[in-house]
């Protein structure tokens, strides 16, 4: 896996009415960039067939390993000048229906039912070298919702890297990134490509610690952008450290640095103050529920970088929060993902995000849970159909600031998706 494999001085009224939560992208934001093309979860391992080229011989990506000669290997294999390549490739629409929405003091804006088509293709290459395995890897996608305002859909690229005996450099996932569910509302912790420059060094076989620097914090803008969107005006620094074992659990520390500007309002001058983000998580099995059940958890806490926090429905208004002054803020979430069968398996998860700011004239806070479960289901080979439901509660806290959207809001969504996936 590659290292890489989220009005300013102490702003006041002004500033905080136009930051605050608008209903569509914090009840259930639709199907956003590279969260809607995660590759379906990985159940057994593969071992290389007899039939690939022979560049492409015992080689496997991040998504592939060789417990489990069983196992099918994903996508279409072949020899690309001497490496091996890959191509994989899923198409995906999700129908959702806003079942309920109850505003206090405000009015919903989300549309009563959207419908998101995504279509993605990805090329991976590995090539084994003096200086160890080199390994690229590249993913465009086009996605079109009814409510994105365009005619045509958009054309992204959200993947662009390669990496070097542990050196990972390109457009790819930060190393704050951890947690990730398969949930058609998308509720994860964000995990949108960054510009990123890292190192990867194996303390022992089952430890990793790796550094980078990164173009900045996520933003909703590579969300719907992807590298398009880039914008490295405000780099961070990144460490992660990672467990893992032939058990299957995962056990993950990361945390950044960075310099959180915010400009002068009035007579107040502009002024700078240091951010950072601390995060853990762990993924195992967890055979109270079902011989083949897993657990995924992750929290957070985070000083003036609170885009870190929550889900990708999230993120606008959080680096909304961080623009106008100061924030500070926890996220927590876990999911448990639990087969039924060889073809049906559901998931279930919990999510709570707290976010404090600290303007000049008041010290308003926000607060969200959301709950989801799922259910997914494989007639037939390549192709899955799912159903979902998700209940959302959010609340502001105003602190006697008037003019705000809203200062409760509780809303259920339903959902129906169909993959197919080469």
């Not at 995060?279 to 885009?307: C, H, K, L």
Request: contains cysteine.
């Amino acid at each position: 896996m590659t290292p890489g494999s989220p009005d300013g001085a102490r702003a006041g009224t002004a500033g905080l009415t136009g930051l605050m939560l608008g209903l569509s992208p914090l009840l259930f934001g639709t199907a956003d960039a590279a969260e809607a093309t995660r590759p379906l979860p990985v159940k057994a391992r593969a071992a290389a067939p007899a039939d690939v080229p022979a560049s492409c011989n015992k080689v496997y990506f991040d998504d592939e390993d060789a417990t489990d000669p069983a196992a099918k290997l994903r996508g279409y294999r072949f020899d690309l000048a001497g490496a091996c390549a890959r191509v994989t490739a899923s198409i995906d629409n999700v129908f959702q229906n806003n079942l309920y929405v109850r505003v206090t003091d405000g009015q919903p804006t989300t549309p009563t039912s959207i419908n998101t088509t995504t279509a993605s293709a990805s090329l991976d290459t590995s090539r084994a070298t003096p200086y160890g395995t080199l390994r690229t890897g590249t993913m465009a996608q086009w996605q079109k919702a009814t409510n994105d305002g365009t005619d045509t859909g958009k054309a992204t690229v959200q993947k662009l890297y390669g990496s070097l005996g542990g050196l990972t450099a390109g457009y790819t996932n930060s190393l704050m990134d951890f947690w990730s569910g398969d949930f058609s509302f998308l509720a994860t912790v964000p995990n949108i490509s960054v510009g990123i420059i890292a190192y990867e060094h194996a303390i022992t076989n089952n430890i990793k610690f790796a550094v980078a620097a990164e173009s900045g914090l996520p933003s909703s803008s590579q969300a719907s952008k992807g590298i398009q969107g880039l914008d490295t005006s405000s780099p961070d620094a990144t460490a992660r450290l990672r467990y893992t074992n032939d058990a299957n659990l995962t056990v993950h520390f990361s945390g950044l640095v960075r310099q959180a500007d915010f400009p002068a309002v009035g007579r107040a001058p502009a002024y700078s103050e240091t951010g950072w983000a601390l995060a853990a998580g762990v993924t195992t099995p967890f055979q109270m529920t079902g011989q083949r059940d897993s657990v995924s958890m992750q929290i957070d806490y985070a000083v003036n970088a609170v885009q870190v926090l929550g889900t990708v429905a999230d993120l606008k208004q959080s680096e909304q929060y961080g623009a106008i002054g100061p924030t500070k803020g926890w996220d927590a979430v876990a999911s448990i993902n639990h087969p039924w069968t060889e073809t049906i398996e559901s998931n279930a998860l919990i999510s709570y995000v707290a976010v404090d700011v600290d303007a000049q004239m008041a010290k308003p806070t926000a607060r969200s849970l959301r709950l989801a479960t799922n259910v997914y289901w494989r007639p037939i080979e390549h192709l899955r159909l799912g159903a979902e439901i998700g209940w959302v509660h959010a609340q502001i806290n105003a602190d006697g600031l008037t003019g705000l959207p809203f200062s409760k809001v509780d809303g259920v969504a339903g959902y129906l998706s169909a993959r197919l996936e080469y």
